[in-house]
């Protein structure tokens, strides 16, 4: 069996801003065809591990490896290059850019730009006609971005992030704000795109444990800039575990691979 690379690796890594310890001594390894669920109240830490994946923030002690190389010693603008993100912060600062056609925010995505300033030719347009197609959005090519529903907007965001087939996907809260319907079709196309042989390994943060996608097979709980338990889905995510990080009474029911959190009243 060939050996899964290394494509991201965090050794011993502190983040600390103004006195506040954002992450402390976090260690994890992201290989090739991998899917990590990455769990957390808010506040625990999640989004800072996934701005130094980016380059958006740094270290203050420790290290952090990619498959080009040590952080420090590589081009961060080619790493962000093959590195897809979906946010809530990248949707805002869409959102004031009334102009821009869903077509032409994932086509923004060959250049890792808020806005799409190059010119592109006539296989960069079919391809992301392409892949709107595959996320079931080829009909609103020329439609406002600002104009589409939250449903929309995400799988658009979905597309743009996998134009310039990245080698990492990281998504965080992908779900705010949708509602069931909107957050299964996410889903939906979310699992197909993992399917695919040339997926990216993934990373999804959430708070909601019921929105894991059914291929994530291992997960990494965070509590207070901790890295409290990681490994395998199914052994990490046990009723002890969820209690700990989530602060909440309750137990985890499976459902076809996923996991739904249910919680119990505190008894008087």
Request: glycine share 8%; net charge negative; charged share 25%.
């Amino acid at each position: 069996m060939e050996k899964q690379r290394m494509l991201l690796s965090f050794e011993n890594v502190d983040v600390i801003t103004g006195g506040t310890i954002r992450l402390k001594d976090v260690t994890f390894e992201l290989k090739e065809g991998e899917q990590w669920g990455l769990l957390g109240l808010n506040g625990s830490g999640k989004t800072t591990l996934l701005q130094i994946i980016a380059g958006y923030v740094w270290p203050t002690s420790g290290a952090v490896y990619s498959w080009q190389g040590k952080y420090g010693r590589i081009s961060i603008p080619k790493l962000r290059q093959r590195i897809g993100w979906v946010s809530d912060a990248l949707d805002d600062r869409y959102r004031t850019r009334a102009s821009d056609t869903a077509l032409e925010v994932v086509l923004s995505g060959l250049f890792a730009s808020v806005g799409l300033y190059e010119k592109t030719n006539t296989y960069q347009v079919e391809t992301a006609s392409g892949w709107m197609n595959f996320f079931g959005i080829g009909h609103l090519k020329e439609k406002k971005y600002s104009q589409l529903s939250q449903g929309e907007k995400k799988r658009t965001m979905l597309a743009r992030a996998w134009m310039a087939e990245p080698r990492i996907l990281l998504l965080d809260e992908p779900c705010t704000g949708l509602d069931v319907k909107g957050r299964e079709e996410f889903l939906s196309s979310l699992e197909a795109l993992m399917e695919l042989d040339n997926a990216p390994a993934l990373i999804y943060v959430t708070h909601h444990m019921e929105e894991l996608p059914a291929s994530v097979s291992n997960v990494l709980l965070l509590k207070e800039a901790n890295m409290i338990h990681k490994g395998p889905k199914k052994e990490i995510l046990n009723d002890a575990n969820v209690q700990e990080t989530f602060e909440v009474k309750g137990r985890v029911h499976w459902e076809k691979e996923r996991p739904w959190l249910l919680v119990h009243k505190e008894e008087e």
